[in-house]
């Protein structure tokens, strides 16, 4: 791994702290994540993903334990939060929690103008944020924002994100409410964003599609502590702790696991498409006996 970017030391949080009201979210959560780095959260709903990815950009700051992004020790008083957030672009869950303009092209305007760039540039970085997401500039730019579907308000709201240009991003639930063709053509972005432009990526999902396609590192969250973490190949290989931690797996480990069980020689850890389809392959070469009869 290159040199973290961003790294959470025994960080630990509780809402409400001290009132009777008290709900513990985090206990101890390690995690680095290095420049140009793509990573996953996976975990149950109520794991802590959402809150951990909160500490990241400021809008949770840590009670015990310690942040640090590109630099930045969160536990320090007067931080910049204007530096922070220009650092770390975070796309929420919901989109309306971050569309308030009332047309497509103003809202995503709103950051780069607040930060006092030349209106030439605003305009550019508008343009290529929403080509980027999908939306093309002139068909959407002067589109009112409440007129939108689910899945365009995501585009938009992520759009308004890149256009900040920050060196995190950080998706959660990038691509809940998209249709299937919107949701592989917004991964197939997201990821040469990644691949090209060299853009930290942290995403929070429950897709395990995507975390397969995506993430280049996963980070297993369960009860508030970071119970595992790995490549895609060690996480998705590594059974006990998906079934202990009611964690699914792509369409392609769950076959090549039905396959192991049965006690053919496959390797559960081959997630990509390409590799289980090797793997299968490998089984129906005549062999003798049931030569080219596999059973699940």
């Avoid at 991003?169 to 991964?187: I, M, Q, Y």
Wanted: hydrophobic share 40%.
């Amino acid at each position: 791994m290159n040199l973290p970017i961003l790294s959470v030391e025994n960080l630990s949080h509780t809402y409400m702290l001290g009132t009777p009201l008290e709900q513990p979210a985090l206990f101890g959560v390690n995690m680095h994540v290095g420049k140009g780095e793509c990573v996953a959260i996976i975990g149950h709903t109520g794991s802590g993903k959402s809150t951990l990815i909160q500490h990241f950009n400021g809008l949770q700051f840590p009670q015990s334990g310690k942040v640090v992004v590109d630099g930045i020790d969160l536990s320090q008083p007067r931080i910049d939060c204007k530096m922070l957030r220009r650092k770390v672009g975070l796309v929420f869950q919901n989109p309306e929690d971050q569309i308030f303009e009332k047309l497509v092209g103003d809202d995503i305007a709103y950051g780069p103008f607040k930060m006092g760039l030349p209106l030439k540039e605003v305009r550019e970085r508008v343009r290529w944020a929403m080509e980027l997401v999908g939306l093309p500039f002139d068909e959407f730019r002067d589109r009112a924002t409440f007129a939108l579907s689910g899945g365009q308000k995501r585009k938009v709201a992520l759009a308004g994100v890149l256009a900040l240009q920050p060196d995190i991003l950080v998706l959660d639930e990038p691509t809940a409410g998209l249709d299937p063709r919107s949701r592989k053509e917004l991964l197939a972005r997201i990821k040469r964003l990644n691949r090209e432009e060299n853009l930290t990526l942290i995403f929070v999902t429950h897709n395990m599609e995507e975390v397969a396609y995506l993430a280049d590192r996963v980070y297993v969250l369960a009860n508030g502590r970071d119970i595992y973490n790995g490549s895609p190949r060690e996480v998705f290989g590594n059974r006990e702790v998906l079934r202990a931690h009611q964690i699914g797996t792509p369409e392609t480990v769950e076959i090549l696991h039905r396959l192991h069980d049965k006690g053919h020689p496959v390797n559960p850890g081959a997630f990509e498409v390409e590799g289980a389809a090797e793997q299968i392959l490998s089984l129906l070469k005549p062999q003798g006996g049931d030569a080219g009869v596999v059973r699940v």
